[in-house]
């Protein structure tokens, strides 16, 4: 299995550039807690966003990072819970065609990804993964 350590798609000349169309429905956790995705367990502290995407996948997203992300579409009110739409701000993708694992954020979860699964960088040091037939679903190639 491919490990991904230490590594910066935006060195990547196979890596491009993507927008998410998704609406996505929230719950801001409570309580610390871990949901497990399809792609490994994700710890989530108080305040913490609780996604549950249009594929039914469900995923945790530190507050801070998730005002950042999303914006509410009405009638939800920003920080309450609801449906929310992703801000259309490019992320850096690359296709990754063998089974592996990548750091979700420092300090936090490993995701494993199979081979033809997306693997998805928002910024330095914070990764995702997303399976290939959401992200066919949810994401659109810019330029």
Known sequence: ML?????????DPAAGRFIKTEIVQVNFASLPGELISLEGPNRYQSGDAIITGCTGDRWSVDRHRFDTKYQAVPPTVDGEDGAYMAKPVPVLAKQINEPFTAARSAGRDVLHGEAGDWLMQYGPGDFGVCGQSRFARVYQKVG
């Not at 490990?3 to 060195?11: I, Q, R, S």
């Open 3 to 11: 490990e991904l350590k230490d590594f910066d798609l935006t060195l």
